[in-house]
């Protein structure tokens, strides 16, 4: 007989609530994973701790292994990342989709042990003035997101890649889903762009 371990649950391993602050910097990384294991308002990136996870993705959809390695994807998508393609193509550089993307990378890097909790904050913090000077709103960063997500498809079709991310249209629902106002559990609605904007509070 096979036993298979069940992974704990994030939120019992990472007690700490989020700050307002906190919570508006994880949930740059929302609209990446639809999927229900992702955790969106944990720094850690999944609902249970599972740190090989972690490493297989950023092996497969980053081939990072090493700390330098991670550091120089995150530098590259904050200094111009794949925004370059879409302004050479529309016109238009679509910030939201590179944050997302690094805002993801930096929550996994620390999930398998490339980055420190520290390390993981200060990355996440680098990219708050670029956000909060291009976008007043959640629905602004999430067309954004979308416009990225298809200009990227369109580079990575026919390629290994193409997998890499959900298809349009569930990306397109996931997107839906953060930005309902009946929506609880999404962070966005905890968190609007704005309250970056304002003093930071310690959850009660």
Same mark, same amino acid.
């Given at each position: 007989?096979?036993?298979?371990?069940?992974?704990?649950?994030?939120?019992?391993?990472?007690?700490?609530?989020?700050?307002?602050?906190?919570?508006?910097?994880?949930?740059?990384?929302?609209?990446?994973?639809?999927?229900?294991?992702?955790?969106?308002?944990?720094?850690?990136? @999944?609902?249970?701790?599972?740190?090989?996870?972690?490493?297989?993705?950023?092996?497969?959809?980053?081939?990072?292994?090493?700390?330098?390695?991670?550091?120089?994807?995150?530098?590259?998508?904050?200094?111009?990342?794949?925004?370059?393609?879409?302004?050479?193509?529309?016109?238009?550089?679509?910030?939201?989709?590179?944050?997302?993307?690094?805002?993801?990378?930096?929550?996994?890097? @620390?999930?398998?042990?490339?980055?420190?909790?520290?390390?993981?904050?200060?990355?996440?913090?680098?990219?708050?003035?670029?956000?909060?000077?291009?976008?007043?709103?959640?629905?602004?960063?999430?067309?954004?997101?979308?416009?990225?997500?298809?200009?990227?498809?369109?580079?990575?079709?026919?390629?290994?890649?193409?997998?890499?991310?959900?298809?349009?249209?569930?990306?397109?629902?996931?997107?839906?889903?953060?930005?309902?106002?009946?929506?609880?559990?999404?962070?966005?609605?905890?968190?609007?762009?704005?309250?970056?904007?304002?003093?930071?509070?310690?959850?009660?």
């Amino acid at each position: 007989m096979v036993f298979t371990l069940i992974k704990p649950r994030t939120q019992r391993v990472y007690r700490t609530p989020l700050t307002p602050h906190q919570l508006w910097m994880v949930s740059l990384s929302a609209p990446v994973r639809p999927g229900k294991g992702a955790s969106r308002t944990t720094l850690y990136p @999944f609902t249970r701790v599972d740190d090989d996870k972690a490493r297989r993705l950023l092996a497969g959809q980053w081939e990072t292994g090493t700390r330098d390695e991670l550091l120089g994807r995150l530098g590259t998508l904050a200094r111009s990342g794949f925004r370059e393609r879409a302004r050479a193509r529309l016109g238009v550089e679509p910030l939201a989709w590179d944050i997302a993307l690094y805002a993801d990378a930096a929550r996994c890097g @620390f999930a398998a042990g490339l980055l420190s909790e520290a390390d993981a904050w200060n990355l996440l913090k680098n990219v708050v003035p670029q956000v909060a000077r291009t976008y007043n709103t959640w629905q602004e960063y999430a067309d954004h997101y979308l416009l990225g997500l298809s200009v990227w498809r369109e580079g990575a079709q026919g390629t290994p890649s193409e997998s890499l991310l959900a298809p349009r249209d569930v990306a397109d629902a996931h997107v839906k889903s953060l930005l309902d106002p009946a929506n609880r559990k999404s962070p966005w609605r905890r968190a609007p762009l704005d309250v970056i904007r304002r003093p930071d509070l310690r959850p009660e």
